[in-house]
Each structure stands twice: as structure tokens, then as C-alpha cells.
Nanobody, 123 residues
Framework: QVQLVESGGGSVQAGGSLTLSCAGS????????LAWFRRAPGKEREAVAT????????IYADSVKGRFTISQDGAKNTVYLQMNSLKPEDTAMYYC????????????????WGQGTQVTVSS
């Protein structure tokens, strides 16, 4: 059974940086898609970034392009989200997820999720 554990969340001021980590275990395929999603209070969950383990193809939400970077360390089964130039609107619970099929940035395609890590950005 896949287990995902996020870490690295916290509180920062606008303009600051944070790096989120998601350690995974129990993968049953060697190729899969890893993603970061977020849910802000009163809003729907949205995809932030995805990365496919074979080839490192990435997709970013328009709202984070140029500020966030998703990466992976296959040897550690860990996916990262480097977040720079943070804005108050980035405040949300951030979740990592895995899909064995498509890497489309839609939550319905991801079957395994972590518990989330909170990111709070103050102005």
C-alpha cells in the first residue's frame, strides 16, 4: 500500500520561501506521476504541479509558474516542491499524491494521497 508523508510546511511572510517534501513508500510501479495539490479555505482543491518519474516531465498551474519548482529524488522516493516569492494567496493545505496512469493535473486521476502540510503566508 502506498504511503505518502508530507513535511516542510510552516508560516512565512510574503516574498519568503519554503520547500515541501513528500516521502513515499509502497509503490508498485517503477513509473508513475507525482503531484502537489493544495486546498485553501473555502476553495476547491487545485493542482499545483506534477512530475512524471520517467523523463521528469513537469506541469505547473499558471498561478505558480516561475515561482514554484517540483522535483524528485528517485533514490529517496521523495518529491519536493520549492516555493519562492510566496504570496498570501498561496496559503493552503498542501497535499502530495500519486497516479499510476495519466499525469493530467486533476485530482480524480490520483488514487493515493498524503495527509497534507499547512502553508501560511502573511502579508
Amino acid at each position: 500500500q502506498v504511503q505518502l508523508v508530507e513535511s516542510g510546511g510552516g508560516s512565512v511572510q510574503a516574498g519568503g520561501s519554503l520547500t515541501l517534501s513528500c516521502a513515499g513508500s509502497g509503490y508498485t510501479n517503477s513509473n508513475y506521476c507525482l503531484a502537489w495539490f493544495r486546498r485553501a479555505p473555502g476553495k476547491e482543491r487545485e493542482a499545483v504541479a506534477t512530475i512524471y518519474t520517467s523523463g521528469d516531465t513537469t506541469i505547473y498551474a499558471d498561478s505558480v509558474k516561475g515561482r514554484f519548482t517540483i522535483s524528485q529524488d528517485g533514490a529517496k522516493n521523495t518529491v519536493y516542491l520549492q516555493m519562492n516569492s510566496l504570496k498570501p494567496e498561496d496559503t493552503a493545505m498542501y497535499y502530495c499524491a500519486v497516479s499510476y496512469g495519466t499525469c493530467r493535473p486533476e485530482s480524480a486521476f490520483f488514487g493515493n494521497w498524503g495527509q497534507g502540510t499547512q502553508v501560511t503566508v502573511s502579508s
